[in-house]
């Protein structure tokens, strides 16, 4: 596979930063933040990122979608990384659109994923119920009632839950707590009797939602797959999450070292700029390098989901885990670079360095990815 962009790529990429840089740069995520925006991004923004088609970029062409590839989604995920956009392209357009392509019958399909390309419904997955990503430890309960399920158990750190009109639940149906084995996929609307939900103030001033369900009776066509057998299904949504996410952070690593270099050349310290000063420069050299690195296993990972899905699970962790490095390092450096100013709120690149902290820990943390490359390396 090539580890570059080709044309449309290149294309889609610069249209895309040109775009956010002009509609949706950091000023923008600082406004909804001071205001307390209770949707948490700005619908018309969203819009206007439907009528580019970002929303349908991996759907089929059947379903309103344009059918370019996972590549070209993950590009322009990395440009709203630059400037830290807030919208539902992640949660709706990346792990709800992959889990109805995915796991979807034919009628759930056709009712569902052009509404999806249309930016008319929006989806959340509600997986965590810890402050760590297990995506196997479910103790949410689906048991059958009827032609129907009732849904029992609690949610953490749900992206985009409080605003999403559907939610996927991973929930029990079977078999022990850390089990595999027994997990169901439910589609449910978020404003269903019993589904409590409550949105949470991230440091990165994105949103995220705890959910509670109670009693929440689900008809039997909300079944995402086969009941008790959701978790290939949930795998391959979560590797394809995976890797998108840490498209968004390379955006947000090249920013702030783009940013930082910048910075450097720029700031007079003794009489000299402290870009010219040599322990600045080889710690500007090593990012450049790690960045170059993390840009090839990024490019292998998005390529890998429509054209060798056999390694997606494998380059997923390994992209997560690298990019987590990544923008962990270039994140602390460009704080500490541009000295007492990074840490204030004046400074644009704190929301950065904010924003990175979350990332790292979106459906897996380093550790959790570095332990799971071994294991399927048969360590």
């Not at 009712?111 to 760590?132: C, K, Q, Y």
């Not at 479910?138 to 409080?162: C, E, M, P, S, Y």
């Not at 997990?183 to 939602?209: E, F, K, P, Q, W």
């Not at 007079?268 to 600045?280: T, V």
């Amino acid at each position: 596979m090539s580890l570059v962009l080709n044309e449309e790529q290149r294309l889609l990429r610069d249209t895309a930063r040109d775009f956010l840089a002009a509609n949706a740069p950091v000023a923008a995520l600082r406004k909804l933040r001071d205001e307390r925006d209770p949707l948490g991004y700005a619908p018309q923004l969203w819009q206007q990122m439907v009528e580019l088609g970002w929303a349908s970029i991996i759907l089929p062409e059947e379903y309103g979608g344009l059918d370019f590839g996972f590549t070209g989604l993950g590009v322009v995920i990395e440009e709203c990384g630059r400037t830290l956009a807030a919208s539902p392209l992640f949660a709706s357009a990346v792990v709800g659109a992959s889990a109805i392509l995915l796991g979807g019958n034919p009628a759930q399909k056709s009712a569902l994923l052009p509404d999806i390309a249309s930016g008319e419904l929006t989806l959340a997955l509600a997986l965590e119920e810890s402050h760590h990503h297990r995506p196997s430890d479910i103790a949410t309960t689906a048991r059958r009632d009827g032609q129907d399920f009732i849904v029992n158990g609690n949610k953490t750190f749900v992206l985009d839950g409080h605003s999403a009109a559907k939610l996927i639940v991973v929930a029990r149906s079977s078999g022990e707590q850390r089990s595999r084995e027994g997990l169901t996929l439910l589609l449910v609307d978020r404003d269903t009797a019993g589904v409590s939900c409550r949105r949470t103030i991230m440091a990165d001033s994105r949103n995220a939602a705890n959910l509670v369900f109670d009693n929440v009776r689900v008809a039997g066509d909300a079944l995402i797959g086969e009941e008790g057998n959701g978790w290939p299904v949930l795998e391959a949504v979560l590797d394809r999450a995976r890797i998108a996410i840490a498209a968004e952070m390379m955006g947000c690593a090249l920013e702030a070292f783009e940013r930082t270099v910048a910075y450097l050349k720029e700031r007079e310290q003794f009489g000299a700029l402290i870009g010219s000063f040599q322990a600045l420069q080889h710690r500007a050299a090593q990012m450049q390098a790690d960045i170059e690195l993390c840009r090839s296993v990024l490019l292998q990972a998005l390529s890998a989901v429509d054209e060798t899905p056999d390694q997606l699970p494998l380059l997923a962790s390994l992209a997560k885990a690298k990019l987590n490095e990544l923008v962990k390092r270039v994140t602390n450096e460009a704080v500490q670079m541009h000295g007492g100013i990074g840490v204030t709120d004046e400074l644009e690149i704190g929301f950065f360095l904010k924003r990175a902290r979350v990332t790292m820990q979106v459906f897996g943390d380093t550790g959790f990815h570095k332990d799971r490359y071994a294991t399927l390396c048969g360590y």
